[in-house]
């Protein structure tokens, strides 16, 4: 089930069967899920993390209150939310602490190496402010709220040492992949200080930053088909809706001996930027001199169209690093699903052309388009040679590549349709 709202998780298997033309031209969508944004007003979950501090019989405790709708094993806050939380401790002889901070970081982790890129402080309490016994120590039953609204953006200080720059990125969102080179880690810190010769107290929990990027609005006409629930118009109908692309040449050989020689046309809906959970809206036109080439290769099946990941995470621009830190890390996922194109009036039979319409669909849990300092995760929609068994491309580069955006949440209006039809399985 698709959930445009859930952040992403942290820890494909391809169509093999050619689809059906659609047999009616209304009714034929189904409306992605949930919005992100209605999932701003949720109630709170608490998260509650303790440590001792002298013996048994005294602790101190980190209350966290995330979104209660999309917090599962960790507190989760939306952008524009607050980080609202609780330090609490019960001293019953007395401790030696000067000090109670809450602090908030946000960092870059990468190997031993971390880069901070937010850090915020609060104290919560002092000496000053009492509670202490005759002795001058903590003791007692306290408590101290805090809420501490996140900024949207940064500033970050970029570049060559002998070249800097200042500029402001957008609050990225929590990424913690296994084998990725690169992190960003979110955390809580509620610290005790002791004073000097002696080692603080903390209270270190991890939570989860989702930063809520829209989409632009599609073309009108998309939109209206959407409301009305209609297929779509491709980019003849709707030339505002649709960005395409240069045509593709592709040579090749057809039962190992036939030289054959054709074009592909790859448009993709306006905007380039789509949420996840939603679906990448694609319009297909194959061309060729002969009807057998057309015959063999317009198959769904043998129409290869992924969605492709790049991270890039490059950590000391003066210094000579391991060249394998220096490549990106290359992941294609979700598969495009094909079918023949309809529209109404229904066109008269094309000899030497084929017209498909397509989807990619996007899995909730993809993590959105992100820049900050040297971390870069961008996505793009590529198309590998054709996949017949009966046809040998002349060669295997890849033919279409066009940078696309994975936004969080949907724009508002009407929510996009999925018009695959609904026996074709997906696989993330």
Same mark, same amino acid.
């Given at each position: 089930?698709?959930?445009?709202?859930?952040?992403?998780?942290?820890?494909?298997?391809?169509?093999?069967?050619?689809?059906?033309?659609?047999? +009616?031209?209304?009714?034929?969508? =189904?409306?992605?899920?949930?919005?992100?944004?209605?999932?701003?007003? *949720?109630?709170?979950?608490?998260?509650?993390?303790?440590?001792?501090?002298?013996?048994?019989?005294?602790?101190?405790?980190?209350?966290?209150?995330?979104?209660?709708?999309?917090?599962? @094993?960790?507190? $989760?806050?939306?952008?524009?939310?607050?980080?609202? *939380?609780?330090?609490?401790?019960?001293?019953?002889?007395?401790?030696?602490?000067?000090?109670?901070?809450?602090?908030?970081?946000?960092?870059?982790?990468?190997?031993?190496?971390?880069?901070?890129?937010?850090?915020? %402080?609060?104290?919560?309490?002092?000496?000053?402010?009492?509670? !202490? +016994?005759?002795?001058?120590?903590? &003791?007692?039953?306290?408590?101290?709220?805090?809420?501490?609204?996140?900024?949207?953006?940064?500033?970050?200080?970029?570049?060559?040492?002998?070249?800097?720059?200042?500029?402001?990125?957008?609050?990225?969102?929590?990424?913690?992949?296994?084998?990725?080179?690169?992190?960003?880690?979110?955390?809580?810190?509620?610290?005790?200080? =002791? *004073?000097?010769?002696?080692?603080?107290? =903390?209270?270190?929990?991890?939570?989860?930053?989702?930063?809520?990027?829209?989409?632009?609005?599609?073309? =009108?006409?998309?939109?209206?088909?959407?409301?009305? %629930? $209609?297929?779509?118009?491709?980019?003849?109908?709707?030339?505002?809706?649709? @960005?395409?692309?240069?045509?593709? &040449?592709?040579?090749?050989?057809?039962?190992?001996?036939?030289?054959?020689?054709?074009? #592909?046309?790859?448009?993709?809906?306006?905007?380039?930027?789509?949420?996840?959970? +939603?679906?990448?809206?694609?319009?297909?036109?194959?061309?060729?001199?002969?009807?057998?080439?057309?015959?063999?290769?317009?198959?769904?099946?043998?129409?290869? #169209?992924?969605?492709?990941?790049?991270?890039?995470?490059?950590?000391?621009?003066?210094?000579?690093?391991?060249?394998?830190?220096?490549?990106?890390?290359?992941?294609?996922?979700?598969?495009?699903?094909?079918?023949?194109?309809?529209?109404?009036?229904?066109?008269?039979?094309?000899?030497?052309?084929? $017209?498909?319409?397509?989807?990619?669909?996007?899995?909730?849990?993809?993590?959105? !388009?992100?820049?900050?300092?040297?971390?870069?995760?961008?996505?793009?929609?590529?198309?590998?040679?054709?996949?017949?068994?009966?046809?040998?491309?002349? +060669?295997?580069?890849?033919?279409?590549? #066009?940078?696309?955006?994975?936004?969080?949440?949907?724009?508002?209006?009407?929510?996009?349709?999925?018009?695959?039809?609904?026996?074709?399985?997906? #696989?993330?």
């Amino acid at each position: 089930m698709l959930d445009s709202g859930l952040p992403p998780g942290y820890d494909a298997n391809d169509q093999d069967v050619d689809l059906p033309a659609y047999s +009616s031209l209304s009714g034929v969508g =189904r409306e992605v899920p949930s919005n992100l944004t209605d999932l701003s007003d *949720g109630a709170s979950k608490e998260f509650k993390y303790n440590i001792p501090l002298k013996g048994n019989k005294s602790s101190a405790s980190l209350v966290l209150y995330g979104n209660a709708l999309i917090s599962k @094993h960790l507190p $989760t806050f939306l952008e524009d939310s607050k980080v609202d *939380g609780l330090v609490k401790v019960d001293v019953e002889s007395g401790e030696s602490i000067n000090a109670v901070v809450i602090s908030i970081q946000g960092k870059i982790l990468s190997g031993a190496k971390q880069h901070i890129f937010l850090d915020y %402080n609060q104290t919560l309490w002092t000496l000053s402010d009492g509670h !202490t +016994s005759p002795n001058g120590k903590l &003791q007692g039953v306290h408590d101290w709220s805090f809420s501490v609204h996140l900024p949207q953006e940064v500033s970050l200080t970029i570049g060559s040492k002998d070249a800097p720059r200042v500029e402001v990125f957008r609050l990225p969102q929590t990424f913690m992949e296994r084998h990725a080179r690169a992190s960003i880690k979110y955390e809580v810190i509620a610290r005790f200080s =002791r *004073g000097l010769l002696k080692t603080d107290h =903390r209270i270190i929990t991890p939570f989860i930053y989702v930063p809520v990027i829209h989409p632009g609005l599609p073309s =009108r006409l998309r939109q209206v088909a959407y409301e009305e %629930n $209609t297929t779509i118009p491709g980019p003849i109908a709707d030339p505002q809706g649709w @960005h395409t692309l240069a045509p593709v &040449q592709i040579q090749g050989k057809l039962f190992n001996r036939q030289t054959v020689d054709f074009s #592909c046309t790859l448009s993709l809906a306006l905007p380039l930027s789509y949420a996840r959970g +939603s679906v990448i809206p694609l319009h297909l036109v194959i061309q060729s001199d002969d009807v057998q080439t057309l015959e063999s290769l317009s198959p769904p099946r043998a129409i290869i #169209c992924r969605l492709r990941r790049i991270l890039r995470y490059h950590p000391e621009e003066n210094k000579a690093i391991d060249p394998k830190l220096r490549k990106d890390e290359l992941e294609h996922s979700e598969l495009a699903t094909w079918w023949p194109f309809v529209e109404s009036p229904r066109p008269e039979k094309e000899t030497f052309k084929r $017209t498909l319409s397509g989807e990619i669909i996007l899995s909730p849990d993809l993590m959105p !388009t992100t820049f900050i300092g040297r971390f870069q995760l961008e996505y793009s929609v590529v198309l590998f040679p054709f996949d017949a068994n009966n046809f040998q491309p002349e +060669s295997n580069d890849m033919l279409v590549d #066009c940078a696309v955006e994975i936004a969080t949440t949907l724009p508002p209006g009407s929510r996009p349709r999925i018009y695959r039809p609904e026996h074709q399985s997906v #696989c993330y």
